[in-house]
């Protein structure tokens, strides 16, 4: 399911869809792809909405990560249920996976559907235990793995449970008796209460492992993380110059890329190809740089991520900070933790820009600026919460 706007994730889904944010420099949903070939899953229907042109422009017809991908296009949005119902001709022969294209997981998906098989439930909702739950479905799973109480996003006094459902469900085909076509349709709001009502079975399965839907910016840098963990060590592709810079993998580095003296970098960490470092910069781990960046002198760079084509002036700093494609910021200047910079933004020198602030896209900040509050550019959409 690739059809939603990303708004919480906003200013970044302006240039990019939600399944299309870099995580070490590409597409998202490529790295859900590559997960899914591995566990054997290689026919995949992707749902599109907005800016699924961009993502069938990436992707192709998939062959070329292992897999065959067919695209079927929203005209209005369906919700999730309603989403699939459009997509019914190509999973209606046999029981089908269904994720988000913005999830990041490394999950035993196989195990997951071996269970739905062995089972009789028309659908498996995949479970996870987490400490707050309140931005999930929550479901009262019994001992034989049936669910009884479903119940979205719940406030306080109504989390009866800390089982969160992923968005990843096991369904047969029988479900598309129960959505109705053509009708905006939801899993969690509609089909599940609708089903549970009528007395329907649906199964829970526990999963192991490391998952979460990249749906803001706190999820986006907690995936990175993840990403960058699984690093294996450290490559080098192509071309690659240094003088006397200390480097400490695990680092994964592009083709073509220039570091200058006594810069010191720890991993892990991911540089793109074409990207120039100059001296005396440190770049921390937990850090990704695009392509063809530009980091000039006595900069550091500290568990952050900049996109492509993004210049950071001399003695600047970025502390756990995301910067969008072709931002330009100035000299010396501090972008303080949970910053998030929309692409082609101009931050001028001597320029401080507090903690949590998002600035929206081809928005200029003067020199000598102090950014305690967000700061929207009304040629965009303004709204920020939401999907």
Same mark, same amino acid.
């Given at each position: 399911m690739c059809g939603g706007a990303g708004t919480r994730l906003r200013p970044l889904t302006f240039k990019h869809p939600k399944p299309s944010i870099p995580i070490l420099n590409k597409p998202s949903v490529l790295h859900l792809i590559e997960h899914l070939s591995r566990e054997g899953f290689n026919e995949i229907v992707m749902t599109l909405g907005y800016m699924g042109d961009l993502i069938e422009e990436q992707l192709g017809d998939g062959h070329m990560f292992g897999v065959h991908i067919e695209y079927v296009y929203e005209k209005e949005k369906l919700g999730t249920a309603g989403g699939i119902k459009n997509a019914e001709e190509y999973l209606k022969d046999e029981p089908f996976i269904v994720l988000g294209g913005d999830h990041v997981l490394n999950l035993d998906l196989r195990e997951m559907y071996r269970f739905h098989e062995e089972n009789d439930a028309p659908i498996t909702i995949g479970l996870i235990s987490i400490d707050d739950p309140r931005e999930f479905g *929550?479901? %009262?799973? %019994? *001992?034989?793995? /049936? $669910?009884? /109480?479903?119940?979205?996003? !719940?406030?306080?006094?109504? $989390?009866? &449970?800390?089982?969160? &459902?992923?968005? *990843?469900?096991?369904? &047969? !085909?029988s479900i598309f008796e129960w959505i109705p076509e053509g009708k905006k349709f939801d899993f969690a709001k509609d089909l599940f209460p609708f089903m549970l009502a009528a007395d329907k079975k649906i199964n829970g399965v526990l999963v192991r492992g490391q998952w979460t839907d990249v749906g803001s910016s706190a999820a986006y840098r907690q995936a990175q993380r993840w990403m960058l963990d699984a690093l294996p060590g450290t490559t080098i592709e192509g071309n690659f110059t240094t003088r006397n810079a200390r480097i400490k993998g695990p680092l994964s580095i592009g083709n073509n890329v220039c570091i200058g003296s006594n810069s010191s970098l720890v991993g892990p960490i991911v540089i793109g190809e074409n990207t120039t470092i100059g001296d005396n910069v440190l770049i921390g781990p937990y850090s990704v740089i695009g392509s063809n960046c530009t980091i000039e002198d006595n900069t550091k760079i500290l568990s952050s991520y900049l996109f492509d084509n993004v210049s950071i002036g001399k003695g600047s700093n970025i502390s756990g900070g995301v910067v969008a494609d072709e931002t330009i910021i100035g000299e010396h200047c501090f972008l303080e933790n949970g910053t998030v910079i929309g692409h082609k933004v101009l931050i001028g020198s001597n320029s401080t820009i507090h903690s949590g602030v998002k600035i929206w896209p081809e928005v200029v900040i003067d020199k000598d600026s102090s950014i305690k509050e967000n700061v929207i550019n009304s040629g965009y959409d303004a709204a920020h919460e939401g999907s």
């Amino acid at each position: 399911m690739c059809g939603g706007a990303g708004t919480r994730l906003r200013p970044l889904t302006f240039k990019h869809p939600k399944p299309s944010i870099p995580i070490l420099n590409k597409p998202s949903v490529l790295h859900l792809i590559e997960h899914l070939s591995r566990e054997g899953f290689n026919e995949i229907v992707m749902t599109l909405g907005y800016m699924g042109d961009l993502i069938e422009e990436q992707l192709g017809d998939g062959h070329m990560f292992g897999v065959h991908i067919e695209y079927v296009y929203e005209k209005e949005k369906l919700g999730t249920a309603g989403g699939i119902k459009n997509a019914e001709e190509y999973l209606k022969d046999e029981p089908f996976i269904v994720l988000g294209g913005d999830h990041v997981l490394n999950l035993d998906l196989r195990e997951m559907y071996r269970f739905h098989e062995e089972n009789d439930a028309p659908i498996t909702i995949g479970l996870i235990s987490i400490d707050d739950p309140r931005e999930f479905g *929550i479901a %009262d799973m %019994d *001992i034989n793995n /049936r $669910i009884h /109480r479903f119940l979205e996003k !719940p406030k306080a006094g109504q $989390i009866f &449970s800390n089982l969160a &459902s992923t968005g *990843i469900y096991v369904c &047969s !085909p029988s479900i598309f008796e129960w959505i109705p076509e053509g009708k905006k349709f939801d899993f969690a709001k509609d089909l599940f209460p609708f089903m549970l009502a009528a007395d329907k079975k649906i199964n829970g399965v526990l999963v192991r492992g490391q998952w979460t839907d990249v749906g803001s910016s706190a999820a986006y840098r907690q995936a990175q993380r993840w990403m960058l963990d699984a690093l294996p060590g450290t490559t080098i592709e192509g071309n690659f110059t240094t003088r006397n810079a200390r480097i400490k993998g695990p680092l994964s580095i592009g083709n073509n890329v220039c570091i200058g003296s006594n810069s010191s970098l720890v991993g892990p960490i991911v540089i793109g190809e074409n990207t120039t470092i100059g001296d005396n910069v440190l770049i921390g781990p937990y850090s990704v740089i695009g392509s063809n960046c530009t980091i000039e002198d006595n900069t550091k760079i500290l568990s952050s991520y900049l996109f492509d084509n993004v210049s950071i002036g001399k003695g600047s700093n970025i502390s756990g900070g995301v910067v969008a494609d072709e931002t330009i910021i100035g000299e010396h200047c501090f972008l303080e933790n949970g910053t998030v910079i929309g692409h082609k933004v101009l931050i001028g020198s001597n320029s401080t820009i507090h903690s949590g602030v998002k600035i929206w896209p081809e928005v200029v900040i003067d020199k000598d600026s102090s950014i305690k509050e967000n700061v929207i550019n009304s040629g965009y959409d303004a709204a920020h919460e939401g999907s």
